[in-house]
C-alpha cells in the first residue's frame, strides 16, 4: 500500500505542466521523456518483482488460485497509472516529433523560394 502512494506521489510530481514549454525546453523534450520512460521503467520493475515473490508465496497456500488471482488485481492496479503515464508519454513523443517535421518542412519550403 505505500509503494502505491509513493508511486501516486511520483507521477503527480511528474505530470506538471507540458504545454507550457519555453523554446530552450523544447529542445530538451526527447531527453526529458527518456528519462521519464527509464523512471517508468525502474517503478514498472519494483512492482513486478514485489508482485512476483507474492506470487510465489502463493503457491505455499491452499488457496492458490485465489491467492493468485488477488495477486493479478494488484499488479494491473499498480501498473495502471504507469501505462497512463506511458501512453501520455508516446502522446508527447509524437507531438515533439511532429513539430520537428513541420520545421524541417517549413524550413525547406523557404529555402527552395529564395532564388
Known amino acids: 500500500m505505500r509503494m502505491l502512494c509513493l508511486l501516486a506521489f511520483l507521477l503527480s510530481l511528474s505530470s506538471g505542466p507540458a504545454q507550457a514549454q519555453s523554446v530552450e525546453a523544447a529542445d530538451d523534450v526527447p531527453a526529458r521523456i527518456a528519462a521519464a520512460r527509464e523512471a517508468l521503467n525502474s517503478q514498472r520493475q519494483s512492482i513486478e518483482a514485489q508482485h512476483e515473490a507474492r506470487e510465489r508465496a502463493c503457491w505455499q497456500r491452499f488457496a ?24 501520455e508519454l508516446n502522446a508527447q513523443e509524437r507531438e515533439w516529433r511532429t513539430r520537428q517535421r513541420d520545421e524541417r518542412l517549413r524550413n525547406k519550403q523557404e529555402a527552395g523560394q529564395q532564388p
Not at 488477488?70 to 492496479?77: D, G, L, N, Q, Y
Open 64 to 87: 492458490v488460485n485465489d491467492c493468485l488471482r488477488e495477486v493479478r488485481r494488484s499488479r494491473h492496479a499498480a501498473l495502471d497509472p504507469l501505462r497512463a503515464k506511458e501512453l
